[in-house]
T-cell receptor, first 118, second 113 residues
Framework: GAVVSQHPSRVICKSGTSVKIECRSL??????MFWYRQFPKKSLMLMAT?????????EQGVEKDKFLINHASLTLSTLTVTSAHPEDSSFYIC??????????????FGPGTRLTVT | AQSVSQHNHHVILSEAASLELGCNYS??????LFWYVQYPGQHLQLLLK??????LVKGIKGFEAEFIKSKFSFNLRKPSVQWSDTAEYFC???????????FGSGTRLQVQP
């Protein structure tokens, strides 16, 4: 099946700094990627939809200036958490759709990135 | 608003017991339905999906789910669980236009040997 990777898998940063998380589709081209956030013992919440070559679409309540998304190529989307605060500590997961795949509307998930802001 | 409700937050079963996890969604239009599993320390994996056709869908590892449109439900079943089924299970749906997934809160399944 299609593979999605994320880097880094785990990051610790100081409050006020910025952190970039990469999401790559390894064996397919993804025109659309999604960024989710998972709180402890809770579900995944969609943060934004990342579209290659255009601006991301953010969900209500997600600060677009704080969570910068760039989808510069068909295999890479990045999420930058700017001026991170301890409340941004979470598990961030990306997923990607393979529009050319036989599994229409199926999303492939990355392994996630654990962000801890101290 | 779109939402998914998973009624069981934590289920503990003995090996060979039967499993049924409830899932109800709230959306007025056509949906695609999914069950994902997250084993400890691993990423989300697709168990099964329903797009159209036969409402009883079979997935990997002996799991199946039935879509009952009148009840807005998509319950997950397995006749005989194994210790290796211990994991977190998420029900999700997407509408055919938006394509992003709306997840339920998850059910933690613990299978005791």
């Amino acid at each position: 099946g299609a593979v999605v990777s994320q880097h880094p898998s785990r990051v610790i940063c100081k409050s006020g700094t910025s952190v970039k998380i990469e999401c790559r589709s390894l064996d397919f081209q993804a025109t659309t990627m999604f960024w989710y956030r998972q709180f402890p013992k809770k579900s995944l919440m969609l943060m934004a939809t990342s579209n290659e070559g255009s601006k991301a679409t953010y969900e209500q309540g997600v600060e677009k200036d704080k969570f910068l998304i760039n989808h510069a190529s068909l295999t890479l989307s990045t999420l930058t958490v700017t001026s991170a605060h301890p409340e941004d500590s979470s598990f961030y997961i990306c997923s990607a759709r393979d529009p050319s795949g036989r599994a229409k509307d199926e999303q492939y998930f990355g392994p996630g990135t654990r962000l801890t802001v101290t | 608003a779109q939402s998914v409700s998973q009624h069981n937050h934590h289920v503990i079963l003995s090996e060979a017991a039967s499993l049924e996890l409830g899932c109800n969604y709230s959306y007025g239009g056509t949906v695609n339905l999914f069950w994902y599993v997250q084993y400890p320390g691993q990423h989300l994996q697709l168990l099964l999906k329903y797009f159209s056709g036969d409402p009883l869908v079979k997935g990997i590892k002996g799991f199946e789910a039935e879509f009952i449109k009148s009840k807005f439900s998509f319950n997950l079943r397995k006749p005989s669980v194994q210790w290796s089924d211990t994991a977190e299970y998420f029900c999700a749906f997407s509408d055919t236009g938006r394509r992003a997934l709306t997840f339920g809160s998850g059910t933690r399944l613990q299978v005791q040997p």
